[in-house]
């Protein structure tokens, strides 16, 4: 059965950071992308930082410049390193794998 758990978020000021990480247990058999999405209350959610199987990566304008994404697959983990935050970042962070396989979420607040 494939899991995947997040961690990592928490409250911090404006331009701030954080590092969110997601792990994942379990076979996927055949090679896939992964990605960070995330859902602000009242809005939808939305694709933030992606990472295929050759590790090219792909990024929300809102983000870019700001947000990193990795993984390792020695620690079948996946990070989003997030810079510079703003309050308008505050939102549930999820992890995807394949968009067939998601975490529950973890919660990023940012305040001014």
């Known amino acids: 059965r494939v899991r995947l758990v997040e961690s990592g978020g928490g409250s911090v000021q404006s331009g701030g950071s954080l590092r969110l990480a997601c792990v994942v247990s379990?076979?996927?058999?055949?090679?896939?992308?992964m990605g960070w999405f995330r859902q602000a209350p009242g809005r939808e959610r939305e694709g933030v930082a992606s990472?295929?199987?050759?590790?090219?990566?792909d990024y929300a304008d809102s983000v870019k410049g700001r947000f990193t994404i990795s993984k390792d697959s020695t620690k079948n983990t996946m990070y989003l390193q997030m810079n510079s935050l703003k309050p308008e970042d505050t939102a549930m962070y999820y992890c995807?794998?394949?968009?067939?396989?998601w975490g529950e979420g973890t919660l990023v607040t940012i305040s001014s």
């Open positions: 990472i295929d199987a050759s590790d090219h990566t």
């Open positions: 995807a794998a394949g968009l067939a396989y």
């Open positions: 379990g076979y996927i058999r055949n090679p896939y992308a």
